[in-house]
């Protein structure tokens, strides 16, 4: 009888994980089994093997190859000037295993995988590579569940937003880019002027902007002038793209 007790507890306790989980995402599954695969770690499964648990790692191998796809296809699309090689570098900052981990932090991933007692005292549940390996089976879960539009919609919201912001310029090179762009089409010459300096010497943070023909097109800043002219060159390709 407490054993009953103690096992409807759990439940309990997963189902309301799970809920929670659904209503952070705006996701809600039609087979909620699967959710629960994708947060389901190995350790887990060991210690209950009497019950029908599968882990997560399955869905990661599938989840892996559906951010692959969708993140190509993003980059494709958004940077027409951009070389194989730089859109494969951008894709590899993008999943790497550090991005992944911000994710699932932001999206509190952590708290819903479920874990043996020996990891959950050892900290898994703060392990970088658990919790990547969890994004990435969610990622499988929802490709299962709602396809991959629906599953192109939920990284629009959580992953692709990042890369327009510029949260992977570190990997990117836009100056190039936009000079690829001015030379295909005859333009002229560009010009990258340094606009104002502002701070301490240890902490500088610079404003920078780019023209052509005398025309301003793009404006960014930076902690050193190198970063300030990407920005602005970024800037720049995104008002070009637009024309």
Do not use: W
């Not at 996701?27 to 882990?55: C, Q």
């Not at 392990?127 to 599953?151: H, M, N, S, V």
């Amino acid at each position: 009888m407490r054993k009953l007790r103690k096992d409807a507890k759990a439940a309990e306790r997963e189902a309301h994980l799970f809920k929670k989980l659904q209503e952070r995402t705006g996701i809600h599954f039609s087979d909620e089994k699967l959710l629960k695969k994708a947060f389901t770690h190995s350790s887990y499964v060991n210690e209950h093997r009497k019950k029908p648990y599968e882990d997560n790692e399955r869905l990661e191998f599938l989840g892996d190859a559906v951010l692959e796809l969708t993140v190509s296809q993003f980059l494709y699309e958004k940077y027409p000037m951009m070389s194989e090689g730089e859109l494969t570098k951008l894709r590899a900052a993008i999943v790497c295993e550090p991005s992944l981990v911000t994710f699932a932090n932001e999206l509190e991933f952590g708290e819903a995988v479920l874990l043996g007692k020996g990891e959950e005292m050892t900290g898994g549940r703060k392990r970088p590579a658990l919790l990547a390996d969890a994004f990435e089976a969610f990622i499988g879960a929802l490709y299962l569940d709602q396809g991959l539009e629906k599953t192109k919609s939920f990284l629009d919201e959580v992953v692709f937003p990042k890369v327009e912001i510029g949260a992977f310029s570190h990997v990117m090179d836009f100056k190039s880019q936009l000079q690829e762009v001015v030379q295909r089409d005859g333009s002229g010459t560009l010009e990258y002027q340094i606009l104002k300096e502002h701070g301490p010497a240890h902490n500088r943070l610079f404003e920078s902007q780019v023209v052509l023909n005398g025309e301003v097109l793009g404006e960014g800043k930076g902690r050193s002038k190198k970063e300030a002219e990407q920005h602005a060159a970024q800037m720049a390709l995104g008002k070009l793209n637009a024309q």
